[in-house]
């Protein structure tokens, strides 16, 4: 079956040996996950699973990753990377912690925690937790304010060394906890994160006793060198050309003077793919935003990454790691909001571009090479925050909450409904999790009727959320994208659903919200939250008249949507049941 | 004479296993399975065994067995029509889930199908909120509607599934009461009956899925049961998924405690071979046509986990990924990965060996069965490196076709990595023993427990051939393998004790809760139990009642279970049961935080009806013994000229050095060099790394 003319990646290596290795370091991987799930203190980690493990090598490329999220893919090994080259020389016992954008974080909220792993005193590589902290300090609760520089936005810690001896560093520790909001619940996180990872280094060092220390370090690299030969012959399997989108992002957060609502700006994107190689360039796209928006390279490449992932490997066969990127080049210039500088706040950049940018990828290749990519998504994480105090037992309170939205629909298939973008994997926090713990009550989550785009294959449903503030009155803030720029159809497919956020006062009065931001929410006042659906793909008129009586049936479609957006399935179905 | 019969209907065969109580002498029957109707199976291998021994049907005692049907029912959406009713705003929990989709980048997936469609969700007004009060009061005036639209449904039963119904159940069973009166012949669970503990939507989950299975399991039993006593034979029981038989009645209370019957019988079986050889810790290993499982016995107890996805894919990494139906019932903790004797061996686009998950399953089965497959499996590879009998297996009636096996392997694996038909097996086994090591290590390693310190006890068709090259991955120096191990499960049908669990959510602060308001929630439960075992007429002296409870510091999510002592609660207990849990999060993650509040989530009962010990035990031939050679490879040694032994022949007390193969009717045992086997008077094989 190998019948390519690249130089086979694991020649020398034992054949069995290479796959016992390879899924032994998935497996730790998988294992690290699960101690961090299991010993989390906050919600976001334990029950909504924000966070990510990976296995790095010495260099800090990433060698395996845990069932996590797509988005850390590209921008966890500029992490580690950047904690390489601040301490070039680890020592056994040590653990490095750091968030910074500017050299390899994502946002702020999310914390790598990086431990190096030794086999006989030479070093292996390292492992890395990536967690979203529910807090990172700034001026709201949960550290999603809608200000115009990083230093608004947070506590922000460079490649700090924060475990010495295998014992952590109180004075680093403090300084810390003092900058962030429930500081006890930060802590537990942060030992679950430094938990995970001795997983990590046990497995990595087991493996090297095995096997031997050189012979792991070459497996690891022909690791790498694997993902690469098969991402190479995924390209060669997409005709050569270039094809070029420009997409409206709907906003950053400030409401100028003067202005009535949020302004867009735009990205572009040139993809270039020849022979087994892509470029991606973002030439064209607008400069930096004011608001948290700007998305540093690394996020932005991010979003590239995955959506290449998922179109030239739908049936997931390569294993997601550094190596996969070799052929993949992301530019951007320097300063745009796709290539964000020092100091430009990024805070919502993180989900909501990266998102977005997987949708424009997707849409491009779609030009390139028809039938590989599904349509537009809902582009957004969909964020939810309330802080304040909890009536219950005057405790301060931070809670954060997904809602996820369409998935796009695809070239044979329907969309998804409500379940994450293709950068994410997040699950929801269940109804009752979040109302013992947060003093809200939810009081609806559903389907949204007729936000899938119609198309033969009808897009993904979006989901709304309805809270009711309890007991006093909180701070509230969201983020969610596509409140105005629809998810894109493909092939006559039409548009998903926008996003909608509205705030319902004890009295009645209702508020239309911008999508990303925060307000006052009064006790008792209630949160509409509808997150986009996706966009369809093919067009309405070739609906299967079954699939629409089925979508009728289960009220995904309402009559009058039906009547409006598939008339020729519908008189079928009229006529069969006159 | 006083014999216990257990019968094990899996995909391919029926085993029936019968183990005479004074002696623990063993009888074995196996006939193919007949999906069908499966009481004609059950029937034949009855009437084999019966002869066989040479028993009636008067002498037996007891009978039970293990069932696929609710996981295929599951698998093959065969279940009944059924109407979900949830909180106004929350038809769509079951929908919902939680948001995650299985592959991180798969295009092509979708969520399985929602066991209840859309069209059959409804709602009614009413709101219980997280102190249990309650903010919205029932409207009944609602009901007529929801009445009328559960009858046009068309729905043979119904979940009903409230918010924070565990703190109050009120509304449900008022809705639960009005519906049944309302509707006569539709059956009514209550999410607060089935699983009063917190999370709406494997709470929904669990309570849908028994509405789904409901009925098919109940004219499924009420068919088996009555055939079965056709033939004189007593009371059908079945096993449940925690490791303990239940009674018809109590099944069909709960339908989703039957889903995984067959792999925690085998599980108890080997539970009870090792408390007979009196090992404290046992690693029991089950490898099959398309599966294999692991799991762990400490001093004699089965480990029980509440979190399992039926029909998914998920449950080899004990991670669920949403790809089945979740349950939250207890469930024996196995590791189950998708490596069996069918398993089909390739190379990727890459250029690596893969083994599994696709099996080429009974049908057409390993290409050396010669039944028309040709993909190389696990089973052409243990046939080419001399594992398994070139010529023939089960006693001759199944011809094989070692050519064929070559050819395959040479085609299919070895051409594209250079190497022969030899080479390429080799590897293949490698791969696939790498596979199941990762299974063991999960209930092992992964708990905190250390696999050198275990025996591991190996069954099911194929366990014996790979078992001693896995325990040398894991530095494991002690390896059992029982009689019968191809009929292993069944055997652990018969040694079961009757079982019930009770669970309920109390959600408080240990330190804040006094042992008498504990004490009193055992209470009710225990007087639930006591009830129970006193309608199955169990005996006093054999009544045992077990209290357990789910404990976490309160800002974690996820509880370890702990045991909770017996007799009137106290103080002391009290800081039992908080010094039991630091030591089991110690144990499990590395580190306790002594400071750090606990929460106890969920107490739990189980009441058990003991039955009286067995003692396992396999008639000895010697003129049965047979000895011959032929070549097999091993790993060090290369390929060697091997004996091979036929095991209803070895005499007790024997001892033999490896490399050896030892055959028997339902299995072969592969010893390599560097490793002997003693033969105990019972006929257990105990292998020790010299």
Redesign the interface.
């Given at each position: 079956?190998?019948g390519?003319d690249t130089p086979?990646?694991?020649a020398g290596i034992?054949?069995?040996?290479?796959?016992?290795v390879?899924?032994?370091l998935i497996?730790a991987a998988?294992?690290m996950?699960?101690?961090l799930?299991?010993?989390?203190?906050?919600?976001l980690l334990?029950?909504a699973?924000d966070y990510s493990c990976g296995i790095f090598s010495a260099t800090g490329d990433m060698v395996a990753q845990g069932?996590?999220l797509?988005i850390h893919l590209g921008s966890m090994p500029d992490a580690v990377r950047s904690v390489v080259q601040t301490f070039p020389e680890p020592v056994e016992g040590e653990v490095y912690i750091h968030n910074d954008p500017y050299h390899g974080g994502s946002h702020l909220p999310d914390v790598n925690v990086v431990m190096p792993a030794f086999y006989e005193g030479r070093l292996l590589g390292y492992g890395c937790v990536r967690a979203h902290w529910p807090d990172i300090g700034g001026g709201a609760p949960g550290s999603y304010s809608a200000v115009t520089e990083i230093y608004g936005e947070g506590l922000r810690m460079p490649p700090t060394r924060i475990y010495v001896d295998g014992k952590p560093d109180e004075n680093i520790e403090r300084f810390i906890l003092a900058n962030v909001r429930a500081p006890s619940?930060r802590q537990?996180d942060l030992?679950a994160q430094v938990?995970a990872n001795?997983r990590a280094v046990d497995r990595m060092g087991a493996l090297a006793k095995k096997y031997g220390t050189d012979e792991l370090l070459r497996i690891m690299d022909a690791i790498l060198d694997?993902?690469e030969?098969?991402m190479r012959?995924a390209l060669r399997g997409i005709p050569d050309g270039t094809a070029r989108f420009v997409d409206t992002i709907d906003g950053d957060g400030i409401v100028e003077p003067g202005e009535a609502h949020d302004q867009t700006f735009k990205v572009a994107l040139t993809l270039t793919k020849t022979g087994d190689e892509i470029t991606l360039d973002f030439e064209g796209s607008d400069p930096r935003v004011k608001g948290p928006m700007n998305a540093p390279l690394t996020v932005t490449a991010s979003g590239c990454f995955?959506a290449l992932?998922?179109?030239l490997?739908?049936?997931?066969?390569?294993p997601?790691n550094s190596g996969a990127w070799r052929p993949v080049t992301v530019t951007a210039p320097k300063g745009c909001v796709v290539n964000a500088q020092e100091p430009a706040p990024v805070t919502y950049a993180n989900h909501e571009m990266s998102a977005r940018i997987s949708d424009i990828v997707f849409r491009c290749l779609h030009d390139l090479a028809p039938g590989?990519t599904?349509a537009g998504s809902q582009g957004t994480g969909g964020v939810t925050i309330f802080g304040g105090q909890d009536y219950?037992n005057g405790n301060t309170y931070i809670s954060y909450e997904?809602t996820?939205g369409g998935?796009g629909a695809?070239p044979?298939?329907d969309g998804?409904?409500?379940?994450?973008t293709?950068i994410g994997?997040?699950?929801?926090t269940?109804?009752?999790?979040m109302?013992?713990s947060f003093p809200v009550?939810?009081?609806?989550?559903?389907?949204a009727a007729d936000t899938g785009g119609a198309g033969k294959y009808r897009g993904g449903l979006g989901?709304r959320r309805?809270w009711r503030v309890l007991g006093a009155d909180a701070n509230c803030a969201t983020c969610v994208e596509r409140t105005m720029t629809p998810a894109f159809g493909l092939d006559g497919g039409r548009e998903g659903a926008c996003a909608e956020v509205t705030l319902v006062l004890p009295d009645g009065t209702r508020e239309r919200k911008e999508g990303k931001g925060g307000f006052a929410a009064p006790k008792d006042s209630l949160l509409i939250f509808q997150v986009p659906g996706s966009g369809g793909y093919g067009r309405p008129a070739e609906r299967d008249p079954e699939a629409l009586r089925a979508d009728l049936?289960?009220?995904?479609v309402t009559p009058e949507a039906a009547a409006r957006d598939y008339p020729e399935a519908f008189e079928i179905l009229n006529q069969a049941g006159a | 004479m006083a014999w216990r019969i257990g019968v094990d209907i899996g995909g391919t065969f029926t085993d029936v296993a019968m183990v005479e109580e004074e002696t623990g002498r063993i009888g074995i029957a196996k006939v193919p399975t007949t999906p069908l109707d499966f009481a004609e199976g059950v029937l034949a291998g009855l009437a084999q065994g019966l002869e066989r021994q040479g028993v009636g049907a008067d002498a037996v005692t007891l009978l039970s067995h293990a069932t696929t049907i609710v996981t295929n029912a599951l698998l093959e959406k065969k279940g009944a029509p059924c109407a979900f009713v949830g909180t106004r705003g929350h038809r769509d929990v079951l929908e919902l889930r939680r948001s995650v989709r299985i592959d991180l980048y798969d295009l092509e997936q979708d969520p399985p199908p929602v066991i209840i469609p859309r069209q059959n969700r409804f709602e009614i007004t009413e709101r219980v909120d997280a102190q249990g009060d309650v903010v919205t009061p029932l409207d009944e005036s609602e009901i007529p509607a929801l009445v009328a639209q559960i009858k046009a449904s068309g729905a043979q039963t119904v979940a009903v599934s409230f918010l924070f119904s565990f703190l109050n159940p009120a509304h449900e069973q008022r809705v639960g009461a009005l519906l049944r009166e309302a509707l006569p012949g539709v059956q009514i669970f209550l999410s607060s009956d089935v699983l009063p503990e917190i999370r709406e939507f494997e709470r929904a989950s669990t309570t849908a899925v028994c509405a789904y299975v409901g009925p098919l399991l109940e004219s499924y039993l009420t068919r088996l049961s009555s055939a079965v006593e056709g033939i004189g034979l007593p009371e059908l029981h079945v096993m449940g998924s925690s490791g303990g038989v239940v009674d018809i009645a109590e099944c069909l209370r709960m339908p989703a405690q039957a889903v995984e019957s067959g792999p925690a019988a085998g599980v108890i079986a080997a539970a009870l071979a090792g408390e007979q050889l009196g090992l404290d810790r046992v690693l029991s290993f089950d490898m099959g046509g398309t599966t294999a499982k692991a799991s762990v016995i400490v001093d004699g107890e089965i480990q029980v986990t509440a979190e399992y996805e039926v029909g998914g894919t998920s449950n080899a990494k004990r991670w669920l990924n949403g790809s089945g139906h979740p349950i939250r019932v207890p469930v024996v903790d196995l590791a189950e990965v998708s490596s069996g004797g069918g398993s089909i061996a390739w190379v990727d686009l890459g250029g690596a060996l893969k083994v599994g998950p696709h099996s080429a399953g009974s049908l057409p089965g390993p290409v050396a069965y010669g039944r028309g497959g040709d993909k190389p499996t696990v089973t052409d590879a243990n046939v080419i490196l001399g594992y398994l009998n070139p010529v023939s297996l089960l006693d001759g009636e199944l011809k094989i076709n070692r050519e064929g096996a070559v050819r395959a392997m040479e085609a299919e694996v070895g051409a594209a990595l250079g190497l022969s038909a030899h080479e390429a097996a080799q590897r293949v086994v490698q791969v696939v023993n790498a596979n199941m090591t990762q299974a063991l290590r999960i209930v092992s390693v992964e708990r905190g427990l250390d696999p050198t310190e275990f025996t591991l006890m190996a069954f099911g068709g194929a366990g014996a051939i790979h078992a001693i090259f896995l325990a040398e991955e894991l530095g494991m120096t002690s390896v059992v393998v029982p009689p019968a191990p191809g009929v292993f499960s069944a055997l652990g049908l018969v040694t079961t004790n009757l079982k019930r669990d009770w669970s309920k959510t109390v959600y408080a602060d240990l330190a804040g809760m006094t042992p008498q308001a504990l004490q009193a929630e055992y209470t009710t439960m225990e007087a639930d139990g006591l009830k129970m075992l006193e309608g199955a007429k169990v005996p006093e002296a054999r009544r045992r009642l077990v209290r357990q409870a789910d404990v976490r510091y309160r800002r974690q999510a996820y509880e370890l279970t702990v045991n909770v002592p017996e007799g009137e609660l106290n103080d002391a207990a009290m800081e039992a049961i908080a010094t039991a849990f630091h030591e089991k999060h110690r144990q499990t993650y590395g580190h306790a935080n002594e400071a750090e509040p606990i929460q106890l989530v969920n107490i739990r009962l189980s009441a058990l009806g003991l039955l009286p010990s067995l003692r396992l035990s396999m008639d000895i031939d010697p003129a049965a013994a047979r000895r011959e050679t032929r070549p097999v490879w091993f790993p060090e040694a290369g390929e060697v000229d091997c004996p091979v032994i036929w095991r209803d022949g070895i005499a007790a007390d024997a001892e033999f050095a490896g490399p050896a193969i030892v055959e028997s009717l339902d299995a072969t045992t592969v010893v390599p060099p560097g490793w002997t086997v003693k033969v105990d008077a019972d006929g257990f094989l105990h292998a020790r790394r010299a």
């Open positions: 079956m190998a390519f086979n990646p694991t034992d054949a069995a040996r290479f796959e016992v390879k899924n032994a497996s998988e294992e996950k699960i101690v799930a299991k010993t989390a203190y906050s919600p334990k029950m699973g069932p996590d797509p619940e537990g030992r938990a001795r694997y993902s030969v098969m012959a995955a992932k998922w179109a490997d739908p049936k997931a066969l390569i997601p590989r599904p219950r997904v996820k998935f695809r044979m298939m998804m409904n409500g379940v994450s293709c994997n997040m699950l929801n269940p109804v009752e999790i109302e013992m009550r939810i009081e609806e989550y559903t389907l989901v309805i049936a289960a009220g995904y | -």
